[in-house]
């Protein structure tokens, strides 16, 4: 229990600049994204109300941490407003194709909240995620994957889980290097206010001294030896004080340096971290970091290029797959083209019979009718043999 208290004690409530103008524009950004989802879900049609629905109540929750301003609850509250629109994001493709591509966004949120400068808002959306992806993965898979097999499921909660849980913990230790540096920074500078405070009071000491000098030298012209050697204890004290301003000066150009070689070193590295990131988020699994000279971030750099590998040596599997299920597929659409022309050929047989039989009939017909011709000439032959024997009778 202590260790988890002692994780949650950092910096963040520090007057870091630029974050109150970084919570405006998250939330603002949050308004948007909630535009933008239930225009993508009206076009999908699948889940229309509960994306539009839910990104709008997450935006509302933003826009309230906003308004509570650069606090810890307002940041938490925040963070939750900017995953819920991740949230929202992918119910709006439920049963679509790119369903599972909509899972990027919450690496994207995750990086963007490090904007905050707080551990808890990290947490806040590392432990967010994971209840989303486990919970509906679960109990109601259509909004969070393209399937709806619970063993796959699981397994796709097992891994993305794995990998935003992994970058959760990059960015919080970046956060709290961060909050460190800049607390160490803050105690130097105070140490650096206590020197010249002291720098101070020595100069008005010296300057006192000088005087009590002055002072004495007038009252004592009359004594020359004792007039040079105030004289000489005047330049002591004159040679002292140049030596220790010269001495804060130093110091103070010293630790400016530092401090400033940190910052440099410290923006690299965030810079360099955001924009892998967005090449990964965009698809690159090519993307490495270069290993920084700071080895205070040279294990993060390692860190990430590690789990960009395990990610890119799972997609290259998937396609593998992918490609044996097309070869199968081939293989079924060339047996079905096969047994295709074999139907055209017994339709095409069936036809030739067809013909031969029509034409036996037209055949059988026109010997019917000779037939019925010849009946008719012998009947009529029969009665004109009758007329001419009853000729002969009479």
């Keep these: 229990m202590n260790s988890i208290l002692a994780f949650f004690h950092d910096d963040s409530d520090q007057p870091f600049a630029g974050r109150e103008a970084a919570i405006k524009y998250l ?51 925040l963070a939750q407003g900017m995953i819920g629109q991740c949230f929202s994001f992918t119910a709006a493709f439920a049963g679509h194709p790119w369903i599972i591509d909509t899972h990027m966004a919450f690496f994207v949120m995750c990086a963007m909240a490090t904007a905050l400068v707080d551990v808890r808002a990290l947490t806040v959306i590392a432990v967010s995620t994971v209840i989303h992806q486990a919970g509906l993965g679960l109990a109601y898979p259509v909004l969070v994957y393209p399937s709806t097999d619970v063993y796959e499921n699981m397994e796709r909660i097992l891994l993305h889980g794995g990998l935003f849980s992994l970058e959760a913990g990059v960015l919080i230790e970046v956060v709290r290097r961060r909050q460190k540096l800049f607390r160490d920074a803050m105690e130097r500078m105070a140490q650096l206010e206590v020197l010249t405070a002291e720098s101070s009071a020595a100069r008005e000491k010296a300057e006192q001294m000088s005087q009590e000098a002055n002072e004495h030298r007038k009252i004592a012209e009359a004594a020359a030896a004792e007039a040079k050697q105030s004289g000489e204890l005047a330049a002591r004290q004159a040679e002292e004080k140049h030596a220790a301003d010269m001495a804060v000066m130093e110091a103070e150009r010293k630790q400016t340096a530092e401090r400033e070689e940190r910052q440099k070193k410290q923006e690299a590295f965030v810079v360099a971290l955001k924009s892998a990131l967005e090449r990964l988020a965009n698809g690159d699994l090519s993307v490495r970091m270069t290993m920084p000279d700071d080895p205070n971030y040279a294990d993060l750099a390692q860190n990430f290029n590690v789990s960009v590998e395990q990610l890119a040596r799972t997609v290259t599997t ?9 070869a199968q597929i081939s293989e079924i659409t060339a047996a079905a083209d096969n047994l295709s022309s074999r139907s055209e050929r017994q339709a095409s047989a069936l036809g030739d019979a067809a013909a031969a039989i029509n034409q036996l009939t037209v055949s059988i017909e026109q010997a019917a009718m000779v037939s019925r011709d010849t009946s008719t000439s012998a009947e009529k032959a029969r009665q004109a043999a009758g007329e001419s024997s009853t000729v002969v009778a009479e």
Excluded at 34 to 59: E, K
């Design 318 to 326: 998937a396609f593998e797959c992918s490609a044996d299920i097309r």
């Design 27 to 77: 939330a603002i950004g949050m308004v948007a994204s909630a535009a933008g989802i239930s225009i993508v879900a009206w076009i999908i049609g699948t889940a229309f109300w509960i994306a539009s629905i839910s990104a709008i109540g997450f935006a509302a929750l933003a826009v309230w941490g906003w308004r509570l301003g650069d606090t810890k609850k307002g940041r938490s509250i």
